[in-house]
């Protein structure tokens, strides 16, 4: 079992920035693919970025591309999600998950076995 918490989160001006944690516990992270999604009112979640087990590869949606970055930092068993050039559309809640059966990503949701809790990302214009 692993244990996914998210601190942080928070209000933002439009064009800034934000950076994300995820800490694991129970297991290390880096023995999963992982990745962060985010999730509006009313809407299907959806995959913001992924990493590989090794980090060596990475995915992004076409509407983050070239503005977030995912990483880890396998000495505190953290997945981080930098984000910059934040923009209202980028308001939502995020989540950061792991699978336990993924061998790289999926978009689908239903593929990941631990998520966090969520945490709020606001931005204001």
């Known amino acids: 079992q692993v244990q996914l918490v998210e601190p942080g989160g928070g209000l933002v001006q439009a064009g800034g920035s934000l950076r994300l944690s995820c800490a694991a516990s129970?297991?290390?992270?880096?023995?999963?693919?992982v990745a962060w999604f985010r999730q509006a009112p009313g809407k299907e979640r959806e995959i913001v970025a992924a990493?590989?087990?090794?980090?060596?590869?990475?995915y992004y949606a076409d509407s983050v591309k070239g503005r977030f970055s995912i990483s880890r930092d396998n000495a505190k068993n953290t997945v981080l999600l930098q984000m910059n050039s934040l923009k209202s559309e980028d308001k939502d809640v995020y989540y950061c998950?792991?699978?336990?059966?993924?061998?790289?990503?999926?978009?689908?949701?239903?593929?990941?076995?631990?998520w966090g809790q969520g945490t709020q990302v606001t931005v204001s214009s």
């Open positions: 998950a792991a699978s336990e059966y993924l061998i790289w990503y999926s978009s689908d949701s239903t593929s990941y076995t631990y």
């Open positions: 129970g297991r290390t992270l880096s023995s999963y693919p």
């Open positions: 990493c590989s087990r090794s980090s060596f590869s990475t």
